[in-house]
């Protein structure tokens, strides 16, 4: 995949959805440009971004004359491509375990952070209001049922689909990078296989360089 024309990825590195899609870059050594979109003027909402992306929404990906959006299966895709053994493809039931977890990150951990981050981080940032604590408490609860659930999970496996590294934990990286700058990042306290876990993964080369660029964005 590093030999071929540079792929693009359409957005801004600080989205943890951008996110993902580079460390799965990474991971495989290809070759990328990113392409800056402007979310605060709607430039995600402009014609030539909706072309790529219907949804309005970053990250978009261009590979020749493929045009995709959504993270985790732009994530899926270069992956493949790039015969990452992340997908564990080898193993049909490696491969669900994967699918399956990935499933609980986007509609449990994800769904929850984003609430959070958006409160901590984009709401006093980039919007110039005020941080509404209550939804964050509400969002800090719904964690706590997924991080249970992981910590139970970790107690019985190094990773989530199995004992190997696969994208169903990577997926995770970006916004676990934005829970340990929040204030809310002594909630991993009580869940100490899971803060092992998400400290490993932070280690990782991939995912330093890509939460650089995040920090940097």
Known sequence: MGTEAKVKVFGPARSTCVARVLVCLEEVGAEYELVHVHLPAGDHKGPAHL???PFGQVPAFQDGDLILFESRAIS???LCKGASDLLRE???AESAAVDAWLEAESHNFDKAMSAITFQCFVVPMFMGGTTDHK???ENLEKLKVALRVYEERLSRSRYLAGDFISLADLSHCPMAH??????CASVLDAYPRVKA???GMMDRPSVKKVMELMDAS
């Open 51 to 53: 072309a790529r992306t």
């Open 76 to 78: 899926r895709y270069v």
């Open 90 to 92: 080898g193993s049909l």
């Open 135 to 137: 939804i964050v408490e």
């Open 178 to 183: 934005y829970l340990l700058a929040s204030p």
């Open 197 to 199: 876990w998400i400290d």
